[in-house]
């Protein structure tokens, strides 16, 4: 647990001491501003209320299959271009701690930057009374959506010493991984089950809505899990090498 803590501070230091992390993080704030104000038609007809922010919420899971990729592609790809992902894996650490350490630092990164979108729900608390039950349970949903295309994120890092490349192909993942259901919507029966459970967006639906579903929250932990375990393989194959 130390060497997880170790790794994890160590990362969180050096994405706050680069540009890109008030680069990315001032991009995905500024376009989630413009969703929010987008959602809001104000008016005695329309009022404002809680459904504004789950609006703007929903639209911003389409962030994350650009911004999970770019927080994330340095991860690995960086240690490997510097050399120094040689040492860290000849070092009495697990792999799996190397692993954990840096995606539980690129989690803060993100539930940080989420943080920052509740300003928004403190708008709406004061030119309204809205029914926080749905919004948290959306906020929820958007940060076990976040932390499966994490996982993602994580595992195309450790495919490449190159970081654009690196956050290509966790983009590519993510897009087939976000559009499944389109696809299984297209055909029926039992491929079409298995498009819908598969895809990131099909499970996302019940949390703005209000509704928790255990078997939701396992599908995008279960996600981020495998994942982390592909990469976790990577590494023990570069290791032997």
Known sequence: MRNIILITSKEIKTYFASPMAYIVGGMFLGLTWLFFNTSIVPGESNPITESNV??????????????????????????????????????????????????????????????????????????????????????????????????????????????????????????????????????DGIPSTIFNEIALNYHYGDFTKGVIDIRNIVYYLSTASVFLFFTIVILQMRRWR
């Open 54 to 187: 789950r609006g703007y919420l929903e639209p911003t899971t389409l962030l994350f299959i650009i911004f999970s990729p770019l927080i994330t592609m340095r991860l690995f790809s960086e240690e490997e271009k510097l050399g120094t992902l040689e040492l860290l894996l000849t070092s009495p650490v697990k792999d799996w701690e190397i692993v954990m350490g840096k995606y539980l630092a690129s989690t803060v990164i993100l539930i940080s930057t989420l943080l920052c979108t509740f300003f928004y729900v403190i708008l709406i608390s004061i030119y309204s009374t809205p029914d926080f039950g749905p919004l948290l349970s959306a906020y929820l949903g958007i940060i076990l959506y976040g932390i499966a295309t994490l996982g993602v994120g994580v595992f195309a890092s450790s495919l490449s010493s190159n970081q654009i490349v690196s956050a290509v192909v966790g983009i590519v993942i993510l897009l087939l991984l976000s559009f499944l259901d389109s696809l299984g919507a297209m055909i």
